[in-house]
């Protein structure tokens, strides 16, 4: 199995939240564990809105937790294809989710990935493989 962390995913690792980074450590150990260029976009954008002192520890961080994944996964036609077909389908039976979340659903789905998240919004997105480290 492969996963796919979410942004509020990644952020529970920088964040030290002990559960989860024993999780990805354990993953790590045996699995591929990858985020998404979406989720480094926001971790990033996270960071810039952080005051002087704070903003190069963060950017620092990210990069050290992107260093330890397997990879980021950049947005392809075929994601681009997933999107559109989940976007469809979300609003046409009025579930739509965030943009970025129906990004990081669409390269879980297109890359055949378990979505590592903590937001329920997921849940809507029919045949997406999901877990909450959270939880467990």
């Known amino acids: ?3 796919l962390l979410d ?3 990644a952020s529970y690792v920088m964040d030290g939240n002990t559960a989860v980074a024993r999780r990805l450590s354990s993953a790590l150990e045996s699995q591929s564990v990858y985020t998404s260029v979406i989720t480094e976009g926001e971790l990033l ?3 810039l809105r952080m005051g002087r002192s704070r903003r190069q520890e963060i950017l620092e961080e990210v ?3 992107l260093a330890d994944l397997t990879d980021v996964i950049p947005v ?3 994601v681009a294809s997933s999107y559109a077909q989940l976007r469809r389908d979300l609003e046409g039976r009025g579930r739509t989710i965030g943009v970025s979340d129906l990004w990081i659903a669409a390269i879980a789905l297109a890359n055949e990935l378990t ?3 903590h937001d329920k919004d ?3 997105v029919e045949g997406l493989a999901l877990e909450d480290w ?3």
């Open 115 to 117: 979505l590592v998240a």
């Open 122 to 124: 997921f849940q809507r």
């Open 45 to 47: 954008a996270g960071a």
């Open 76 to 78: 392809t036609r075929g």
């Open 63 to 65: 990069n050290l937790l």
């Open 134 to 136: 959270l939880q467990s």
């Open 1 to 3: 199995m492969a996963y």
């Open 7 to 9: 942004t509020t995913t």
